[in-house]
C-alpha cells in the first residue's frame, strides 16, 4: 500500500509541473486567449501553446519563471531537450526537459544575458555573454569562471560562437565592433578584424565551420573565413591561426532591399545551406552564402512589418515561421503562403526556437511591452 501511495504522489508532483507555473494558466491557445507568460511551448508547429514555466524546487512549492522577459534561447546541439534561456535582467535558467521544469543558474549574476552557446562536443561547457564579459562553465553551469574582460565598462560582447569542427575555436564580437577569436577555449584571445559598427551577431555555417556570417547593429552583413585546423599555442605558425580570409562584404548585393536599420537574425539551414536575413521589415533568402538573395513575400506591406524573430525548420528551409508583437506565422511552402494565429500572450513574440529532433516542437519567448 506504501509504494502505491509513493508512486501516485509522485505521479501528481509530474502532472503539477506540466500544468502549472503558479498563477500562470496552461490552457492551449488557438484564438486571442491573454496570459501573461514567458515561456510558451508548442507541439504541433504552432496551432495551439501552452504556457512552460514551472521551476520546482526542494520543498515541493513550484515556482515560476512566468513574469520574466526573454532576450533569447539556445538549444543544446546534441541535446534538444536541453534548452537555455537568456534572460533580460534576471540571468539564465536552463532545462533539461521541458516536462520537468526550468533550473535558475544561480552561480551568475542576476543581469541580462547577451548570448549563450553550448559547445558542439560537450554538453557541459557553456559559455555565455553578459555585459562586458565571456564566462565559461565545465560542469553543468554548477560554477562558472570568466574567461574574458573589456576593460571598458561601456563595451558589450553581444555574440559568442563555437567551431562545431574544432571546439577549442571560439569567436565573439562586440559593440565596439571587433570580431575575437580564441584558440584554446577562451584561455586567450586576439582581434582578427575591427569594423566600424558594433557586431550583433556571428554565425558559423553548419555546413563549413570555417564559413563565418557577421551581422553588425546598423545591418550590415559581412562574411569571412578563418582557419580551423588550428596550430598549437606555442608553434612557430600561431599567426596562421588567425588570418581572416576572403573577407566579403554582402552589403553592395542587399542595397536594392530595404533592410531598414533594425536587424533581427541570420539563420542557416542545416540540411541544405540556405540563408535567411530577417530585418524588422523583411525576411531574405540566400541559396549562394550571401551573394544574391529574393525577397520572401510577407502578407503584410514592408512599412507595416515588425518582425521579432525568425525560425526556420532545420530540417525543411520552405518551412518557415516569424512572430511579430501579436501574430505567429508560419509557411510550409518557402513563403509563397503563410497562415496567421494571434499569439496565446497579450505580451510581444520575441523569440523562436525550433527542436531539431521533434521539429513539431517550438519554442515561443516573450517579453513585457
Wanted: proline share 2%; aromatic share 8%.
Amino acid at each position: 500500500m506504501l509504494s502505491k501511495v509513493i508512486k501516485l504522489s509522485l505521479a501528481l508532483i509530474a502532472i503539477s509541473l506540466l500544468t502549472s507555473a503558479c498563477s500562470v494558466s496552461t490552457k492551449s491557445s488557438t484564438n486571442s486567449q491573454s496570459v501573461d507568460s514567458s515561456i510558451f511551448v508548442s507541439t504541433d508547429k504552432g496551432d495551439t501553446w501552452r504556457a512552460m514555466t514551472a521551476v520546482p524546487s526542494v520543498t515541493g512549492r513550484t515556482g515560476s519563471i512566468a513574469e520574466l522577459s526573454v532576450n533569447l534561447m539556445t538549444m543544446d546541439p546534441n541535446d534538444s531537450k536541453a534548452v537555455y534561456l537568456a534572460t533580460y535582467e534576471n540571468g539564465l535558467f536552463y532545462t533539461y526537459d521541458i516536462a520537468s521544469g526550468w533550473s535558475e543558474v544561480k552561480t551568475l549574476p542576476r543581469a541580462t544575458i547577451n548570448d549563450v552557446k553550448v559547445d558542439p562536443k560537450s554538453k557541459c561547457i557553456v559559455y555565455v555573454a553578459l555585459a562586458n564579459r565571456v564566462y565559461r562553465s565545465t560542469d553543468c553551469s554548477r560554477t562558472w569562471a570568466q574567461i574574458y574582460f573589456d576593460n571598458n565598462t561601456g563595451v558589450s560582447v553581444n555574440t559568442v560562437a563555437v567551431d562545431h569542427y574544432n571546439t577549442s575555436n571560439l569567436y565573439i564580437g562586440t559593440s565596439r565592433g571587433e570580431i575575437i577569436k580564441s584558440i584554446d577555449s577562451g584561455n586567450s584571445w586576439r582581434t582578427i578584424q575591427r569594423l566600424d559598427d558594433g557586431v550583433s551577431n556571428l554565425i558559423i555555417s553548419p555546413l563549413d565551420s570555417r564559413l563565418i556570417f557577421v551581422s553588425t547593429v546598423k545591418n550590415k552583413i559581412f562574411s569571412f573565413t578563418s582557419n580551423t585546423n588550428t596550430n598549437p599555442a606555442d608553434s612557430a605558425d600561431l599567426d596562421n591561426n588567425f588570418i581572416v580570409e576572403n573577407w566579403t562584404d554582402l552589403n553592395e548585393v542587399l542595397k536594392d532591399f530595404q533592410l531598414g536599420s533594425n536587424f533581427k537574425d541570420i539563420v542557416v539551414n542545416a540540411k541544405d545551406g540556405t540563408m535567411f536575413l530577417a530585418t524588422a521589415k523583411v525576411i531574405l533568402r540566400s541559396k549562394d552564402n550571401g551573394f544574391t538573395w529574393e525577397n520572401i513575400n510577407l502578407i503584410q506591406p514592408e512599412k507595416d512589418a515588425v518582425i521579432n524573430a525568425l525560425a526556420v525548420n532545420p530540417e525543411d528551409s520552405s518551412d518557415i515561421y516569424y512572430i511579430t508583437n501579436t501574430t505567429f506565422f508560419r509557411s510550409t511552402d518557402g513563403g509563397t503562403t503563410w497562415t496567421t494565429k494571434k499569439l496565446p500572450t497579450k505580451r510581444a513574440g520575441q523569440e523562436l526556437l525550433i527542436d531539431f529532433k521533434n521539429t513539431n516542437m517550438i519554442y515561443l519567448g516573450t517579453k513585457k511591452i
